[in-house]
């Protein structure tokens, strides 16, 4: 397997603060699309717990098997990118996706999607949205390279993931543990 970028997202540190979606709107303002969304996964005594979800940068894109225009291509490092100059925006890629991540621009009615922040890849640094997480949840990484993590995984409960194969890692969260003192 050749170079897979990809996002690994550790549960255990996300603290839902939406920090990951706010850089990635500032990063691409002129889109005037919302890329990346943090969402509630769930909610238990321990408190909420939180998904940052983007596109996926899946090993197998359903995008780019359906676009008409072929707008859709993948680079060497597995990061999937859309040239919006030839998007006719039928819209296909839209119903495609099982994860709904290509939004259509409400100004110009074509497609977009995330592109891994590739202008800033290339200078060596870190998507936005990565960066702005304050935590350390949000990791970029390369996927093909053997990683050393406990309780890393694909979510299985993704739709489609066996025939997409999502470039997202998540760690799931860890039972807390609690030491109870004696006479208190």
Known sequence: MGKQMGFLLDLNKCVGCKGCE????NEHHFDQVHYRRVIDIVKDKRG???LSLAC???????????????????????????????CNGCQSCVAA???????????THKVSKCNFC???????????????CVVGALQ?????????LSGQMTLACLPIIKFTRPSLRVILPKEPRCFWRKGR
């Not at 706010?22 to 709107?25: E, G, M, Q, Y």
């Not at 676009?67 to 030839?86: A, E, N, S, T, W």
């Not at 200078?123 to 990565?130: D, M």
């Open 140 to 148: 970029a990484v390369d996927l093909s390279e053997q990683m050393e």
């Open 118 to 132: 590739v202008e800033r890849i290339d200078k060596g640094l870190a998507p936005a949205c990565v960066d702005a």
């Open 56 to 86: 996926n940068h899946c090993v197998n894109p359903e995008c780019i098997r359906v676009c008409p225009k072929q707008c859709f291509y993948k680079r060497r490092d597995g990061i999937v990118l859309h040239r919006p100059q030839h």
């Open 97 to 107: 996706c099982p994860f709904q991540v290509p939004k259509v621009n409400k100004r």
């Open 22 to 25: 706010i850089a990635c709107l």
């Open 48 to 50: 909420l717990k939180f």
